[in-house]
T-cell receptor, first 117, second 114 residues
Framework: GAVVSQHPSRVICKSGTSVKIECRSL??????MFWYRQFPKQSLMLMAT?????????EQGVEKDKFLINHASLTLSTLTVTSAHPEDSSFYIC?????????????FGDGTRLSIL | AQTVTQSQPEMSVQEAETVTLSCTYD???????LFWYKQPPSRQMILVIRQEAYKQQNATENRFSVNFQKAAKSFSLKISDSQLGDTAMYFCASIIQGAQKLVFGQGTRLTINP
């Protein structure tokens, strides 16, 4: 089946550091990828929709300059948390949907646990 | 606007029992899809079952089945012969045909006790 790989799985870094998270579709081309944030014991919150070759679409309240998204190829989208602070600590999950699959289920990465000290 | 509501924050049953998780949704669209996802402690998101709104027959996947009541906008998940490995957060989700965004419910934390 379709597989989405997310890396790294865990990041611990100092406040002020920028952190890059990668999301790769391993066996299909993903024109659209999604980035979610999940707080403990809560649901997934969509942050932005990443479109290959164009600008990402951010959800209301999500700072585009804080969370930089790049979707430069059909198999890779990256989320960069710039100048991270402790309040950015969270679990980040990406998902992808192959083109032409209509409303087939999204395939999720295993997530990245980000801890800012 | 599309919304998904799970009214049971937590549930707990004994192993081998049957448990039903509730989900209601609201949409003005006629063509949409519904999903149940499982998120175990490892935090992977695993698709459990999906239902196309145009299908009247309830979807079934082994021990997992749904009760899809379109008029009532209800989409409950029944887990039969529950197992310890079923312990997880369960999320109900929906997406309108042609749309990109998957809308999630708040989740239900299910614990299966030995």
């Amino acid at each position: 089946g379709a597989v989405v790989s997310q890396h790294p799985s865990r990041v611990i870094c100092k406040s002020g550091t920028s952190v890059k998270i990668e999301c790769r579709s391993l066996d299909f081309q993903a024109t659209t990828m999604f980035w979610y944030r999940q707080f403990p014991k809560q649901s997934l919150m969509l942050m932005a929709t990443s479109n290959e070759g164009s600008k990402a679409t951010y959800e209301q309240g999500v700072e585009k300059d804080k969370f930089l998204i790049n979707h430069a190829s059909l198999t890779l989208s990256t989320l960069t948390v710039t100048s991270a602070h402790p309040e950015d600590s969270s679990f980040y999950i990406c998902s992808a949907r192959a083109p032409g699959q209509g409303n087939q289920p999204q395939h999720f990465g295993d997530g990245t646990r980000l801890s800012i000290l | 606007a599309q919304t998904v509501t799970q009214s049971q924050p937590e549930m707990s049953v004994q192993e081998a029992e049957t448990v039903t998780l509730s989900c209601t949704y609201d949409t003005s669209e006629s063509n949409y899809y519904l999903f149940w996802y499982k998120q175990p402690p490892s935090r992977q998101m695993i698709l459990v079952i999906r239902q196309e709104a145009y299908k009247q027959q309830n979807a079934t996947e082994n021990r997992f089945s749904v009760n899809f009541q379109k008029a009532a906008k209800s989409f409950s998940l029944k887990i039969s012969d529950s197992q310890l490995g079923d312990t997880a957060m369960y999320f109900c989700a929906s997406i309108i045909q042609g749309a990109q965004k998957l809308v999630f419910g708040q989740g239900t934390r299910l614990t299966i006790n030995p």
